[in-house]
């Protein structure tokens, strides 16, 4: 599901909040695939939802992905296959340990204990004749050898329940992406929805009530939510916008996620004008996080939510 693409660049400067400008790259064409992680620039931001501030805390001649964000003030991001994390405070980033797992996607996430780790990694010794095969393991917060959990390929992880006995997950079985679940110890996985077209990025309400996700299922992108068991799904959202992945904060009272500004039908590539956008939960009331970027695939993949709900953290980029 990563299909980087590299593109030539104009930029356009954006206002996010009280004497803040930030100027961020808007695409104006194509090159090649292999460019990418020679010449992409990756700006990691931290985004205070209340006053729009923005304060970017890394940038670097690099290809990052996909931040979360650890309450001890650091965040989990990946780069070409391995995970770093990266101190907020000194603005240093290390790679962590994750064993025989060096071909890590952008889907991994942190335990609501904190403890545990669910990161999705390419095994190719995997006998699926599938040319991608990624695979669900969790393994120690602080870095460690994981441990398998789903048996199929291809699984990408997006969420925990909040008692921290369940993963949900994109995955493909028979050639259609559906919601899936499955116990954090293993065993069998349980699909929860059947639609035609791709249904992705699922993640739990704090109360374990809803899962949130995206669809294809309209015709367009959109996001919904349904009981945790699958059933009652609702639409939320109704614009021209492609939206993808909705992270539900930790005190449940809002809703982050990216918004393709064009109609990206079933696809979340690299390099598109995109915008964070943000929902009350209660009121459905939606209103814009930043203006229109350079991002897409990588830029907020996975629930990026400071542990206090006032911020959330995402990537940026350039390319020369």
């Known amino acids: 599901m990563r299909i980087p693409f590299l593109l030539l660049l104009s930029t356009l400067t954006i206002i996010s909040g009280p004497g803040d400008r930030h100027s961020f790259p808007v695409s104006s064409g194509f090159i090649s695939r292999h460019v990418v992680a020679r010449d992409t620039i990756s700006y990691v931001h931290?985004?205070?939802?209340?006053?729009?501030?923005?304060?970017?805390?890394l940038t670097v001649r690099d290809h990052l992905e996909a931040p979360n964000w650890h309450p001890s003030?650091?965040?989990?991001?990946?780069?070409?296959?391995?995970?770093?994390?990266?101190?907020?405070?000194?603005?240093?980033?290390?790679?962590?340990?994750?064993?025989?797992?060096?071909?890590?996607n952008n889907d991994h996430g942190i335990s609501p204990d904190k403890q545990w780790l669910a990161i999705s990694h390419n095994d190719k010794s995997d006998p699926s004749p599938k040319p991608y095969k990624s695979v669900i393991y969790i393994l120690p917060i602080n870095g460690g050898t994981p441990r398998r959990v789903t048996k199929e390929v291809v699984s990408y992880w997006h969420g925990w329940s909040p008692d921290g006995k369940t993963l949900?997950?994109?995955?493909?079985r028979n050639g259609n992406y559906d919601v899936y679940t499955i116990p954090v110890t293993g065993g069998e996985e349980k699909r929860i929805t059947t639609?035609?077209?791709l249904d992705d990025g699922p993640e739990y309400s704090p109360d374990?009530?809803?899962?949130?996700?995206?669809?294809?299922?309209?015709?367009?992108?959109?996001?919904?939510?349904?009981?945790?068991?699958?059933?009652?799904?609702?639409?939320?959202?109704?614009?021209d916008n492609s939206n993808w992945f909705p992270h539900p904060s930790p005190d449940g009272q809002w809703i982050a996620w990216i918004a393709y500004t064009s109609d990206e039908?079933?696809?979340?590539?690299y390099g598109k004008n995109v915008k964070l956008r943000l929902m009350n939960t209660r009121t459905k009331e939606i209103r814009d996080l930043t203006k229109?970027?350079?991002g897409g695939q990588g830029t907020i993949n996975v629930p990026s939510w400071s542990a206090d709900s006032r911020k959330i953290a995402f990537v940026s980029y350039a390319v020369k």
């Open 195 to 197: 639609t035609e077209g």
């Open 208 to 239: 374990g009530r809803f899962i949130y996700f995206n669809s294809y299922r309209s015709g367009h992108m959109h996001l919904w939510r349904m009981l945790a068991d699958g059933t009652n799904p609702e639409q939320l959202t109704f614009d």
């Open 46 to 57: 931290t985004l205070d939802i209340a006053t729009g501030k923005i304060d970017t805390v």
């Open 265 to 269: 039908k079933q696809q979340h590539l």
């Open 73 to 104: 003030n650091y965040l989990i991001l990946n780069r070409r296959g391995r995970l770093y994390t990266l101190d907020l405070q000194t603005r240093q980033w290390k790679e962590l340990n994750t064993g025989f797992a060096t071909a890590c």
């Open 292 to 294: 229109v970027f350079f």
């Open 168 to 172: 949900a997950y994109c995955a493909e």
